[in-house]
């Protein structure tokens, strides 16, 4: 094994700068005589595109425009203005003519060359192979939709009329600037990569979906006419809904909120924000909230009086228990005089009734049943009859596979757990071994190893050898003129894989630092260094 070799050079004050040269270079250029397939002389449209399909397979097509549209590649004529199925004749595809929508869904392209498409409106390209989408030549672009391919990018601004677009399922990461196309009014953007998105001109959008991206931050502050805004499973700590008082449906599903401020949205109808950390939700401005998603949180009580339009609520997952819920079941708005009960999803499934904390007794459900609200499992909707009166302690059992150790947290006798205790699962594994799992019977908990006193419980942690363990050695070499150490790992000569060390120098009298290098990397201003290869 090579080791990784750290050298720190101390030397006197007075050291040597350094120039660098470089030679000048003239550029000559001449005309290109070479023809691209992105240009053409014609005035008429046309687009061109490759299918993986083999020539004899069939492809449904739409081709809409005037009498000017012709098609090459296809064994049967055309049939103008509507989607049919066709046989190919070749791989490529050619169309001519006045084109202005064009519905090519589900027909295994590769490529596709908007050439010269002045009347397109409409392109329709889902579902596809396509890598990249040039739509520089397509002003007319009313509405696009690109999902499910595998474009990581897209230039939206030489469409300034776009109004519909959809590139949900791609690989996109980075920003998606929005800016360029201030007529937009419907974005579906949902499980990319994305990083950003850049809304400050979209003034006039009404619907956007960006689930399941990277986002750390949303500002939809110039969106005023926004109504439904989808943002679950990114990564934000915050977002500013004041200025979208049209706002009618929005989820936060999770993300990393610790509060939010509805009380500019006297339009809200639902309400998604389960999967956060907030321990209080305010609706107490929302009087047309009619569905209400708040489970796992923090939550311990739910003010509802407010909100006479609420008919469902799912809130498992949450603290709700003891008077605090019972406040929140009796300011449910009363729906006796309803036909319909209200549903009230107080648990997900019976098999998570020991790691929900919440806790509802059968004098609970009474209550609620009295103002016609029914708790229920929501993943099965079936009725929840409620617990049965507590003991004042349970039993824990705790097995611990090999290569490790586990605990429960903040227990100190596992024999005599108090009632409706809430016990983290601490689980620690051996140098070279990670977590494999963590079962409460047969539930699976390892991403929320979480469990609640209801029920005497065995809980069984296992481990497993980690494949990408290595270690490698770092020795240390200093130069005259002072000491240095590296902190971080008790042997150097075994430092396991993405450690972070850091050198400590003390330069003697009339000496100070040079330079620090790991490797052949210049360190000397972090003065830290992440162990993974050889060097």
């Known amino acids: 094994m ?3 070799t750290i050298t720190l050079v101390l030397l006197g004050l007075f050291l040597v700068g350094g120039l660098l040269l470089a030679n000048n270079a003239m550029p000559f250029f001449r005309a290109s005589t070479r023809s691209s397939s992105s240009e053409t002389t014609t005035k008429e449209g046309l687009i061109k595109f490759t299918t993986a399909k083999k020539v004899g397979e069939t492809v449904r097509l739409g081709f809409f425009g005037d009498e000017t549209v012709k098609v090459e590649g296809l064994k049967e004529p055309i049939e103008l203005n509507r989607t049919t199925e066709y046989t190919l004749a070749s791989q490529e595809i050619v169309i001519h003519g006045n084109i202005t929508k064009l519905d090519c869904v589900i027909a295994k392209i590769t490529s596709l060359e908007l050439i010269h498409c002045p009347v397109l409106q409409q392109l329709l390209c889902s579902k596809n192979l396509l890598t990249s989408l040039d739509l520089s030549n397509c002003p007319e672009l009313v509405w696009l939709t690109c999902q499910m391919n595998k474009l990581t ?4 601004s030489p469409c300034q009329k776009l109004k519909t677009f959809d590139i949900h399922e791609n690989l996109l990461t980075g920003d998606l600037d929005l800016s360029k196309v201030p007529g937009l009014q419907t974005v579906y953007c949902y499980d990319n990569k994305l990083s ?11 619907k956007c979906h960006c689930d399941n991206n990277r986002l750390t931050q949303i500002d939809i502050s110039a969106c005023g006419k926004v109504i439904e805004f989808w943002a679950s499973g990114n ?10 008082p049209y706002l009618s449906n929005f989820y936060c599903t999770n993300n990393q909120l610790t509060e939010i401020d509805l009380s500019k949205l006297p339009l809200l109808k639902r309400l998604g924000a389960s999967g956060n950390k907030f321990t209080k939700i305010d609706v107490s401005k929302n009087p047309n909230l009619q569905r209400m998603f708040c489970s796992n949180n923090l939550l311990t009580e739910i003010d509802l009086s407010n909100n006479p339009k609420l008919d469902w609520i799912y809130c498992y997952g949450n603290r709700l228990r003891g008077e605090g819920l019972i406040r929140t079941i009796n300011s449910l ?3 006796k005089s309803s036909f319909k009960a209200g549903l009230f999803g107080i648990h997900e499934k019976k098999e998570n009734l020991n790691i929900d904390p919440n806790i509802c007794t059968k004098s609970d459900v009474a209550v609620a049943k009295a103002r016609n609200w029914t708790p229920k499992f929501t993943e099965t909707r079936e009725e929840y009859m409620g617990a049965e009166p507590f003991k004042d302690s349970y039993k824990f059992t705790l097995e611990v596979g090999e290569n490790g150790k586990a605990s429960f947290e903040d227990v100190a006798d596992y024999n005599s757990v108090p009632a409706g205790k809430i016990v983290k699962v601490l689980a620690q594994p051996n140098e070279g071994f990670r977590l494999d799992s963590i079962y409460l019977g047969t539930l699976n908990i390892t991403h929320r190893p979480m469990v609640v006193a209801k029920d005497d419980l065995t809980v069984k942690v296992f481990f497993i050898k980690d494949p990408n363990y290595r270690t490698y050695a770092v020795n240390l070499t200093v130069g005259e003129g002072g000491t240095a150490s590296i902190e971080g790992a008790e042997n150097l000569a075994k430092v396991a894989k993405g450690t972070t060390l850091t050198v400590k120098v003390t330069p003697n009298e009339k000496y100070e630092l040079d330079k620090i290098f790991a490797g052949d990397k210049d360190i000397t201003k972090t003065k830290t260094f992440e162990v993974n290869s050889d060097t």
């Open 333 to 335: 708005p009363d729906r």
């Open 235 to 244: 990564q934000l700590t915050e977002i500013d809904l004041s200025h979208n």
């Open 196 to 206: 950003s998105i850049n809304f400050s001109k979209s003034v006039d959008l009404w």
């Open 2 to 4: 090579r080791q990784k």
């Open 153 to 156: 990018s897209i230039d939206l």
